[in-house]
C-alpha cells in the first residue's frame, strides 16, 4: 500500500498502521491530530519519506510495540508535543530528518540497534534522548553526522580513553572506559550526559542544565566515574545514579532542579562529598531502594523544598557526617531505613528537624566524637566540654545522645565553636597516633583515614584561614574509592 501526497488534518491520527508491513507513507502532510501524524504499531518494513507532521498533539511521527525495521527518512516535523518517538522497537533508520520546535525532538525508549544519520534537530524543548533498563535498549548507532542545535551529538559505544571534544551538545558513553569530559555546555536534551555500563569517566567543570530527565544520568553498572566542580541546574534531577556503584560525586554547584539534587537508586558503595544543593523542588541528596554502604558527607543543603538528606526503602549501612541541612522542610527523612551512622551534622532552622519512621539509626558515635549540633537543643554543658549533658531525643528508638552545643566545623577539634591555635596544638599533640592507639583521638583526624599525619595538620591550617561553617578544605579530587 502507498498512501501519497494526503493532506490531512483534525483526525484522532493522521495515519494509523496496525500489524502491516512493506507499505509507503510519502510527501504527504499531518497537521493538527490529536494524536499523533504517523503512528505505526507492530508494524514492520515500512517507509516513510518526504511527510510534513506539523502540530500533532502527541507524536509527529511514534514507532511502537515492534514497528521493526523501517526507514524513516526525510521528513520534517514541527511543534508537536514529540517530533519522532520510537517505543520498543528496534532496527529501524531515521535519516535526514528535521526535528524542529518540538516539547521532545527525537526520543528512543526501550529500542536497541537503531541507526541515526543526519538527523537535525533544533530549537526543540528538549532535542534527543535514550531509555532503557537494560544496555542492549542503549546499542543504538547514533554517529555525529546527528546535530543538535548545529553542534554534534556524541553517542560513544565501546569506546576507550577518549576525551570528549568542546562542541558536543549531547553525550552518551554505553561500555566506554577511561572517558574524560571536560568543560562542556549540555542542555536541552532528554539527558545532558547518560552513562551506561561505563567506567572511570571523569566529569568536570561542566555547565549541564535545562534536561528533561537528569542533568547526568548513570546506570547499569556504571562504575569509578568522578563528578566533580560541575554546575547543574533547572533538570529534573540533577545526577542520578541507578544500579552502580563506586563513584564519586563532588565539589559540584546543583541547585534548582526540578525534583532532587543528587539521587541514588539501588546504588551502594558510593561518594557524596562537598557539594553544594540548594533550591531543589524536592530533596537535596536522596538514597531510594536498598543504597547501601554510601557516604554523604560534608554536602550543604539549604532551602530544598522537602528534605536536605533522605533515606529510604532499606537504604542502611550508610555514613551521613559533617554535613549542614538548613532551612530545607526537613533536614533529614528516613523510612524504612536502619543501621545508618548519622554524626557531626549541624541541623539549622529545617522547618522540621528529623522525620523517621520504622528506622533505628546511629545519632552519635562515642562521647568524644560527639553527635550532631540541632539549633533546637535546649540543654546544658556543665562542664563545658561542648557536648549537651542530656540525650536529644528524635523519635521512636531513635536519640543523639551527644549533641553538640556549637555549629559543627571541621577543624574545631575542641568542639568550642572557634577554630584557633589550641586545635591545631591539640593534633600536634596526637601525630603518628592511629585508631587503636591508647590515646586516639578521633577529632583531630581530620581526614577520618584512622592516623593522624601531616596531612592533618595541613588541613587545620587551611580551616583556620577559613573558618567557615562547613569548609572544602578537603580537596575535591576525582579519586574514587
Same mark, same amino acid.
Given at each position: 500500500?502507498?498512501?501519497?501526497?494526503?493532506?490531512?488534518?483534525?483526525?484522532?491520527?493522521?495515519i494509523?498502521?496496525?500489524?502491516?508491513?512493506?507499505?509507503?507513507?510519502k510527501?504527504?502532510?499531518?497537521?493538527?491530530?490529536?494524536?499523533? =501524524?504517523?503512528?505505526?504499531?507492530?508494524?514492520?518494513?515500512?517507509?516513510l519519506?518526504?511527510?510534513?507532521?506539523l502540530?500533532? =498533539?502527541? @507524536?509527529?511521527?511514534?514507532? /511502537?510495540?515492534?514497528s *521493526?525495521?523501517?526507514?524513516?527518512?526525510?521528513?520534517?516535523?514541527?511543534?508537536n508535543?514529540v517530533?519522532?518517538?520510537?517505543?520498543?522497537?528496534?532496527?529501524?533508520?531515521?535519516?535526514?530528518n528535521?526535528?524542529?520546535?518540538n516539547?521532545?525532538?527525537?526520543?528512543?525508549t %526501550?529500542?536497541?540497534?537503531?541507526?541515526?544519520?543526519?538527523?537535525? /534537530?533544533?530549537?526543540n524543548?528538549?532535542?534527543?534522548?535514550?531509555?532503557?533498563?537494560?544496555?542492549q535498549?542503549?546499542?543504538?548507532?547514533? *554517529?555525529?553526522?546527528?546535530?543538535?542545535?548545529?553542534?554534534?551529538?556524541?553517542?560513544?559505544?565501546?569506546?576507550?580513553?577518549? /576525551?570528549?571534544?568542546?562542541?558536543a551538545?549531547?553525550?552518551?558513553?554505553i561500555?566506554?572506559?577511561?572517558?574524560?569530559?571536560?568543560? &562542556?555546555? &549540555?542542555?536541552?536534551?532528554?539527558?545532558?550526559?547518560?552513562?551506561?555500563?561505563?567506567?572511570?569517566?571523569?566529569?568536570?567543570? @561542566?555547565?549541564?542544565?535545562?534536561?528533561?530527565?537528569?542533568?547526568?544520568?548513570?546506570?547499569?553498572?556504571?562504575?569509578?566515574?568522578?563528578?566533580?566542580?560541575?554546575m547543574?541546574?533547572?533538570?529534573?534531577?540533577?545526577?542520578?545514579?541507578?544500579?552502580?556503584?563506586?563513584?564519586?560525586?563532588?565539589?559540584?554547584?546543583?541547585?534548582?532542579?526540578?525534583?532532587?539534587?543528587?539521587?541514588?537508586? @539501588?546504588?551502594?558503595?558510593?561518594?557524596?562529598?562537598?557539594?553544594? &544543593?540548594?533550591?531543589n523542588?524536592?530533596?537535596?541528596?536522596?538514597l531510594?531502594?536498598?543504597?547501601?554502604?554510601n557516604?554523604?558527607?560534608?554536602n550543604?543543603?539549604?532551602s530544598?523544598?522537602?528534605?536536605?538528606?533522605?533515606?529510604?526503602?532499606?537504604?542502611?549501612y550508610?555514613?551521613?557526617?559533617?554535613?549542614?541541612?538548613?532551612?530545607?522542610?526537613?533536614?533529614?527523612?528516613?523510612?524504612?531505613s536502619?543501621?545508618?551512622?548519622?554524626?557531626?551534622?549541624?541541623?539549622?532552622?529545617?522547618? /522540621?528537624?528529623?522525620?523517621?519512621?520504622?528506622?533505628?539509626?546511629?545519632?552519635?558515635?562515642?562521647?568524644?566524637?560527639?553527635?550532631?549540633?540541632?539549633? %533546637?537543643?535546649?540543654?546544658?554543658?556543665?562542664?563545658?566540654?561542648?557536648?549537651? *549533658?542530656?540525650?536529644l531525643?528524635?523519635?521512636?528508638?531513635?536519640?543523639?545522645?551527644?549533641p553538640?552545643?556549637?555549629?559543627?566545623?571541621?577543624? %574545631?577539634?575542641?568542639?568550642?565553636?572557634?577554630?584557633?591555635?589550641?586545635?591545631?596544638?591539640?593534633?600536634?599533640?596526637?601525630?603518628?597516633?592511629?585508631?587503636?592507639?591508647?590515646?586516639?583521638n578521633?577529632?583531630?583526624?581530620?581526614?577520618?583515614?584512622?592516623?593522624?599525619?601531616?596531612?592533618?595538620l595541613?588541613?587545620?591550617a587551611?580551616?583556620?584561614?577559613?573558618d567557615?561553617?562547613?569548609?572544602?578544605?578537603?580537596?575535591?579530587? @576525582?579519586?574514587?574509592?
Amino acid at each position: 500500500m502507498t498512501v501519497e501526497n494526503a493532506d490531512i488534518s483534525e483526525f484522532e491520527y493522521g495515519i494509523y498502521l496496525n500489524s502491516t508491513s512493506d507499505n509507503t507513507i510519502k510527501g504527504n502532510t499531518l497537521t493538527s491530530n490529536a494524536w499523533d =501524524g504517523i503512528s505505526l504499531y507492530n508494524s514492520a518494513r515500512n517507509t516513510l519519506t518526504q511527510n510534513h507532521v506539523l502540530g500533532n =498533539g502527541e @507524536c509527529g511521527i511514534w514507532l /511502537m510495540h515492534e514497528s *521493526d525495521n523501517n526507514i524513516i527518512i526525510t521528513n520534517y516535523a514541527e511543534n508537536n508535543t514529540v517530533g519522532i518517538r520510537i517505543y520498543t522497537s528496534s532496527n529501524n533508520t531515521l535519516q535526514n530528518n528535521t526535528i524542529t520546535s518540538n516539547e521532545q525532538g527525537i526520543w528512543l525508549t %526501550d529500542s536497541g540497534n537503531n541507526t541515526l544519520i543526519s538527523n537535525r /534537530m533544533n530549537a526543540n524543548q528538549y532535542n534527543f534522548g535514550v531509555e532503557g533498563d537494560r544496555v542492549q535498549h542503549f546499542t543504538n548507532n547514533v *554517529d555525529t553526522s546527528n546535530t543538535i542545535n548545529q553542534k554534534p551529538a556524541y553517542y560513544l559505544i565501546n569506546k576507550h580513553n577518549l /576525551m570528549i571534544p568542546s562542541d558536543a551538545n549531547y553525550l552518551a558513553l554505553i561500555n566506554c572506559t577511561n572517558i574524560t569530559v571536560h568543560k &562542556l555546555s &549540555l542542555t536541552k536534551n532528554i539527558q545532558g550526559i547518560l552513562l551506561i555500563h561505563t567506567t572511570n569517566v571523569t566529569v568536570s567543570q @561542566c555547565v549541564i542544565r535545562s534536561n528533561y530527565n537528569s542533568g547526568i544520568h548513570l546506570d547499569l553498572n556504571s562504575s569509578k566515574t568522578c563528578i566533580a566542580e560541575n554546575m547543574i541546574t533547572g533538570n529534573w534531577n540533577g545526577i542520578s545514579i541507578y544500579s552502580s556503584h563506586d563513584n564519586r560525586v563532588s565539589g559540584n554547584s546543583v541547585y534548582s532542579n526540578n525534583w532532587s539534587g543528587v539521587t541514588l537508586n @539501588c546504588s551502594s558503595n558510593n561518594q557524596i562529598a562537598d557539594n553544594n &544543593l540548594t533550591k531543589n523542588y524536592d530533596g537535596g541528596i536522596e538514597l531510594w531502594s536498598s543504597s547501601n554502604f554510601n557516604n554523604v558527607t560534608r554536602n550543604i543543603s539549604e532551602s530544598n523544598g522537602d528534605e536536605g538528606i533522605e533515606l529510604m526503602r532499606s537504604s542502611s549501612y550508610n555514613s551521613v557526617s559533617q554535613n549542614t541541612l538548613s532551612y530545607d522542610n526537613v533536614g533529614i527523612y528516613i523510612l524504612n531505613s536502619s543501621n545508618n551512622q548519622i554524626t557531626n551534622n549541624n541541623f539549622i532552622h529545617n522547618t /522540621m528537624q528529623t522525620q523517621t519512621y520504622d528506622s533505628t539509626n546511629a545519632w552519635n558515635l562515642d562521647q568524644l566524637s560527639g553527635g550532631n549540633y540541632w539549633t %533546637d537543643y535546649a540543654g546544658t554543658d556543665n562542664n563545658a566540654d561542648g557536648i549537651g *549533658d542530656t540525650p536529644l531525643t528524635i523519635g521512636i528508638n531513635n536519640q543523639d545522645n551527644y549533641p553538640l552545643m556549637h555549629r559543627w566545623k571541621l577543624g %574545631d577539634v575542641n568542639y568550642d565553636g572557634s577554630i584557633n591555635i589550641t586545635d591545631l596544638y591539640s593534633i600536634a599533640e596526637t601525630l603518628g597516633r592511629h585508631i587503636g592507639h591508647s590515646d586516639w583521638n578521633p577529632r583531630t583526624d581530620l581526614r577520618r583515614d584512622g592516623v593522624i599525619n601531616v596531612l592533618d595538620l595541613i588541613i587545620e591550617a587551611q580551616c583556620q584561614k577559613l573558618d567557615t561553617l562547613t569548609t572544602h578544605a578537603i580537596p575535591s579530587t @576525582c579519586t574514587t574509592k
